[in-house]
């Protein structure tokens, strides 16, 4: 069964009377457990599908159906529950909240969840260790490295036991060798499971998934399944 | 459960964002610190009124009739010659007064050889002492002795002869009034000035008879204090001194009273109204500063909300719906108002306090001002308030996670 099913996404935006077409009838269907690159150069609607996958904005047209719902219709509530429950997001600028712990920033998601869990504190706790975080709990963004604060976010994501893991330039703002730690936490957890949607121009990336495709002017222009050899050669 | 997070992210942003937060909180502080403290002054000044009224020699049973129409202490006409020592003998005559003091009054100058100041010099009855209960500090009252034989006599309040004789025994001494001398014969007990700066001791007394014939040269009074039996009987007995004096000062029908009546109730009631008037237009100061500080609290959270545009994209990525984010901007103007609230209503306090303290003007705390300011803060939290925040709940997520 499909877990993204993404029918003749259209997206479009007007601008002082100008409408720029930013996804022309993007079709796209995900697995579950899908470990999924999306790369293109910049201003090819990478980022538009992206939000439209991750249920930040609406289709102009199309349809689509995430986990067996069709959300193009749903409204503000329910949008907002979908994201919260299913979608797990990870950005390239970190995205955390200033002056928040380490602790607190990963538990946010737990403030607008319709059912948390009773040891929120545990899970954030085992989350911030999962990604070699447990000496930085109370630490604020801005007393933790490039490095550490994407750990944080990627504990973030995962608080809420999301299906799929929403990867905007993940490594865009790292170091290599914190690139690569990154990008190994990643592999893991589509080894728990998890439905791995990364967002990327950097073919070396990519290359981590078993399925790349490449976005160009708003259109799907390959859909590939990337070989184990070649991943390995990549490497 | 939802509702108790927001508030908990609204208590976080606004610890965040310290300097908005005292900036905003600071408009409604003022607001509400100035109405604290007039309504402080309002309440002070009502308890000091009460208390003055019961020094000023009314008691409950007792009442003033004043020549000329006019109302309390305001008359139109100046010069009412019809009120005579007949009408307070005819007033004597109903059943239920007690005591009748007919007084004559004239503003003068009082002389002790080099010494000169200017008085109230009243030519009233012995029954006066009585009236007012004013005790002696020194020697006699007038008797009916002074009174019949129109002797030149003179009891002295505590001003006048402060003024005139020093730290010198005024006793026996001889003071000039016109181109007569008096004999000062008593001392009036010492009241005090009250707040509005009225002086009672500022007086001297005379008998009515000597100021009839050697003073003012009139036959016809100032006024007429009534004192009646009892407390309850004050509106009949006000309404048969109102016929006898019409009667007696052949009014027809048509015709308004010469005459008015002070009574306790009177005064209480012009103070209360003039309070009430200074009230009014306080309040509507302070509303006008209070709307200031809504406004304020709202341009300052506009800003912020600018600021943290990307803090409400984070919010909302991660499941934050709309009503969230008001919810959480509409906690952060109510608490930052009710926060300015408490603070204004210290300020008030201590302002009051110190007015007090520092004898500018009486003041008293009573609870209204935690309940008023409780009342306006969270109004004003909230109706500043939600503009900003529906605001913030309505910007798309999308482009607030772009934004740097």
Redesign the interface.
Known sequence: MNLIEMNSICKSYRNIGFETRVLKDVTLHIKEGDYVSIIGPSGAGK?TLM?IM?C??QPTSGEYILDGEEVGKLN??KL??V???KIG?V?QAF??????TAM?NVT??L???KNPPGNIKERARELLAKVGLEHRLHHTPGQLSGGEQQRVTIA?SLI?DPRIILADEPTGNLDSKNGIETMKTFDNLIKEGKTIILITHDQEVAQHADRIISIRDGQIASDSKVSHEEQIRSL | MRIFKNLGQALRGLRLNRSNTVLMTLGVMIGIASLTVIVAIGDGIKTKVLSRIANMGFGPESFSVIAGAGRMFFTRSKNTTSMTVEDAEDLLALPTVRLVVPRQRKSMQIINKKEFTNTRVYGVTPDWQLARGWKMKDGDFLSDNDLTRRKRVIVLGATPARKLFKDQDPMGKMLRLQNNYYQVIGLLEEKGMTESGYDPDDRTLIPLTTSMSRLTHQTHLHSIKVVALDSSQVPETMEAVRQILRRNHNLSVLAEDDFRFITPEGIMQRVTESEQALNRMLILVSTVSLLVGGIVIMNILLVSIRERVREIGIRRCFGARRSDITMQFLFESVLVSLLGGIMGVGLGLSISFALERFDVLPTHITMEPFILSFVFCSLIGLIFGIHPARKAAFLNPEESIRSQ
Not at chain 1, 95 to 100: A, F, Q, R
């Open positions: 980022s939000a991750g930040l904005s503000d509530r907002s529950r994201r919260n429950e997001f950005f995205h955390l909240l200033p002056g928040v607190e946010l998601p403030v607008y969840a973030r809420n």
